[in-house]
C-alpha cells in the first residue's frame, strides 16, 4: 500500500483579536495541505491572538494532489486577493 498522503484543499476562518487595532477581527484563507489538522496549522502561526479557528476540506486530494488555486477571469478580485496578502 502506498503511504504517500495527497494534498487537499481547504478554507480556514480565524477569529482573532487585532491588538493594534483594538478589536476583533475575522480572515479566511484557502490553504492547501495533507489534513485539516495541517491547514489549521499553516495559518495559525501567522495570529498572536486567536479566538476560534476552524477549517473544513473543499477539495479532497483523492487520487491526485492539489498543486495550486485557480483564479476566475476577474481581475477586481484578483487584485483583491494580491492586495489582501500584500503586507
Do not use: H
Not at 36 to 64: C, H, L, P, Q, R
Amino acid at each position: 500500500m502506498d503511504d504517500k498522503k495527497t494534498k487537499g484543499l481547504y478554507l480556514v476562518t480565524v477569529e482573532w483579536y487585532d491588538e493594534c487595532q483594538d478589536k476583533d477581527r475575522t480572515n479566511y484563507a484557502l490553504v492547501i495541505a495533507k489534513d485539516i489538522g495541517k491547514a489549521t496549522e499553516k495559518v495559525s502561526k501567522d495570529f498572536d491572538y486567536i479566538n476560534t479557528i476552524k477549517a473544513e476540506e473543499w477539495i479532497s486530494g483523492g487520487a491526485v494532489d492539489v498543486n495550486c488555486i485557480y483564479l476566475p477571469d476577474d481581475w477586481d478580485l484578483i487584485y483583491r486577493i494580491k492586495n489582501e496578502n500584500d503586507y
